[in-house]
């Protein structure tokens, strides 16, 4: 049932306790951040970009496909750094905590966690 209840969201919503998937879906509930939102909205791109900006996606998401909205957002961020994240859906840290870790340090120059665990 969490894989079913998280299928838009993760590719492995049964990592989750039955009672964090319950937390999750109260906050989705009319949650209006996509709305608004239209990939045919006129943005000037942000060229150049203030700061290194790295586009990590995941390959599977379902609420935000990477088809529909990731040319939209290369456009708008020219000069970013696209990565698709594979086996992982619309929220990889559940699917895949690890990738996402070692994406994030790869981006930031951490060769490893090491001390930063505390």
């Given at each position: 049932?969490?894989?079913?209840?998280?299928?838009?969201?993760?590719?492995?919503?049964?990592?989750?306790?039955?009672?964090?998937?319950?937390?999750?879906?109260?906050g989705i509930i009319d949650c209006p951040f996509m709305d608004?939102?239209?990939?045919?909205?006129?943005?000037?791109?942000?060229?150049?970009?203030?700061?290194?900006?790295?586009?990590?996606?995941?390959?599977?998401?379902?609420?935000?496909?990477?088809?529909?909205?990731?040319?939209?957002?290369?456009?708008?961020?020219?000069?970013?750094?696209?990565?698709?994240?594979?086996?992982?859906?619309?929220?990889?840290?559940?699917?895949?905590?690890?990738?996402?870790?070692?994406?994030?340090?790869?981006?930031?120059?951490?060769?490893?966690?090491?001390?930063?665990?505390?």
């Open positions: 049932m969490r894989r079913l209840g998280m299928r838009e969201a993760a590719c492995h919503g049964d990592r989750l306790s039955a009672a964090r998937v319950l937390e999750w879906m109260d608004d939102y239209s990939p045919d909205e006129q943005i000037e791109p942000m060229d150049p970009l203030p700061c290194p900006v790295t586009l990590a996606w995941g390959q599977f998401d379902r609420l935000v496909p990477a088809a529909t909205y990731g040319q939209t957002a290369r456009e708008r961020l020219p000069g970013a750094t696209w990565v698709l994240l594979p086996g992982v859906g619309h929220i990889p840290m559940i699917d895949d905590p690890d990738l996402v870790a070692r994406t994030i340090m790869a981006v930031t120059g951490v060769a490893d966690l090491g001390d930063h665990r505390r």
